[in-house]
Structure formats: structure tokens, C-alpha cells
């Protein structure tokens, strides 16, 4: 049970570029979320989705995309990568309704970006 | 401004001395979670709190959540290297009833010297 896994664990863009992030979760959850982590600013809800098929903006969406193909895949693109967005990101993933606060978010290991 | 404020910023304790953290919030406090953080690893569920008064232990650590205060507090007895890291609250203050929407705080950062 491997949990939350990112990949790539570490990148370096330049301005201008994209790339995708690929978060997976071997644990059938039904909600998965994209967060970025920068000093002082805490975690911040990029996108979340709530099932197979299905996308929405959290807090921060401008110049990310996602997708969710699959329901233990949740990737986040960059489709012409900014200085801005250089930042450490975070996947996470939650059953829905079921158990209430008993059900915390599990989070992968990280994706250390950064964009020159 | 940030809903969620966490103090101190950071902390630096000698090995064996206890700390506090503290998790205060601007609006109602349902659900209240508890993360650590090494560098370079993801964030570690440590405890969850959803009830005013309600107290949870984990070895060392003991977290409270004070619902007139709109805050949480996280307490370390007797410190130790391994408890260094990044320590996070994230909560939902929309009332979901479920960790599905979190907020979470700017976090903590604790040293432990020898």
C-alpha cells in the first residue's frame, strides 16, 4: 500500500515551458486535491476533483490545469510555466462524506518546482 | 489575511524542554487537524479534534481545541530531535462536516537543539 506518490520529486523549468505533474493513490479514495506550499503563504488549494471525470477550482487555479482520467490519478499541468509558480507542491487525497472528520487528507511527498 | 494563523512562526527548544503551538481562527472552528512536515516528505496526520473542549494524546504530544477561543493548541511534553519539522493545522471553517475542504495555516517550524 504505497499511499500517495508524486512524480517528479524535484524539476526545473524554464520560463515558458510546461510539464505535468502526476499524482496517484492506491487507497480508492474519491476526492483528490492539488495544493502549493510558499513561505509565509501556508497551503493553498490549487484544484480539487470529487470523482472520475470531474474538476474544480480551489483557491489559486490561474495558469495550472487538471485532469482526472482515471480515479486513482489526479495530473497537474503547467502549460507555460512562470517564475510565480515556482513552489513546492502537494497532492492529497480524502474519501467524501463517509466517516466525517474521521477521514483526514492523506498527502504525497511533495513536488519541489522551480522555474527559472 | 490568513484565516488561519499559527504562532510562533518558529521555535528553537532544547531537548527535553516542552512548547506549545497554537492554531487560531478567524471564523468557526468544525473540524480541526493536526499535520507534521519533515523536509522533503509530505504532511503526517497527527492528530484530529472536531468538539470544543475535546483533548487527544499521542505520546508526547497533546492537542486541545478551545471552541470559545476559535483555537487549537498543540503541546509537546519533554522535546526530542525526532519532533523536529513543520507543524500545520488545517481545518474546516465552511461547516462540511468532512476534511473535504481544508484550510490550513502557515505553519510552525520547530527545531529541537541537543
Known amino acids: 500500500n504505497a499511499g500517495v506518490t508524486q512524480t517528479p520529486k524535484f524539476r526545473v523549468l524554464k520560463t515558458g515551458q510546461s510539464m505535468t505533474l502526476l499524482c496517484a493513490q492506491d487507497?480508492?479514495?474519491?476526492?483528490m486535491y492539488w495544493y502549493r506550499q510558499d513561505p509565509g503563504m501556508g497551503l493553498r488549494l490549487i484544484h480539487y476533483?470529487?470523482?472520475?471525470?470531474?474538476?474544480a477550482k480551489g483557491e489559486v487555479p490561474d495558469g495550472y490545469n487538471v485532469s482526472r482520467l482515471k480515479k486513482q490519478n489526479f495530473l497537474l499541468g503547467l502549460e507555460s510555466a512562470a517564475p510565480s509558480q515556482t513552489s513546492v507542491y502537494f497532492c492529497?487525497?480524502?474519501?467524501?462524506?463517509?466517516?466525517?472528520?474521521?477521514?483526514?487528507?492523506?498527502f504525497g511527498p511533495g513536488t519541489r518546482l522551480l522555474v527559472l | 489575511s490568513q484565516e488561519l494563523e499559527q504562532s510562533p512562526q518558529s521555535l528553537i527548544v532544547q531537548e527535553g524542554k516542552n512548547l506549545t503551538i497554537n492554531c487560531t481562527s478567524s471564523?468557526?472552528?468544525?473540524?480541526l487537524y493536526w499535520y507534521k512536515q519533515k523536509y522533503g516528505e509530505g504532511l503526517i496526520f497527527l492528530m484530529m479534534?472536531?468538539?470544543?473542549?475535546e483533548e487527544k494524546s499521542h505520546e508526547k504530544i497533546t492537542a486541545k481545541l478551545d471552541e470559545k477561543k476559535q483555537q487549537s493548541s498543540l503541546h509537546i511534553t519533554a522535546s526530542q530531535p525526532s519532533h523536529a519539522g513543520i507543524y500545520l493545522c488545517?481545518?474546516?471553517?465552511f461547516g462540511t462536516g468532512t476534511a473535504s475542504k481544508l484550510t490550513f495555516g502557515t505553519g510552525t517550524r520547530l527545531q529541537v537543539t541537543l
Open positions: 492529497a487525497s480524502s474519501y467524501s462524506w463517509r466517516g466525517g472528520y474521521q477521514e483526514t487528507q492523506y
Open positions: 487507497m480508492n479514495h474519491e476526492y
Open positions: 476533483s470529487v470523482g472520475e471525470g470531474t474538476t
Open positions: 471564523k468557526t472552528l468544525y473540524g
Open positions: 479534534l472536531q468538539k470544543g473542549g
Open positions: 488545517g481545518a474546516d471553517i
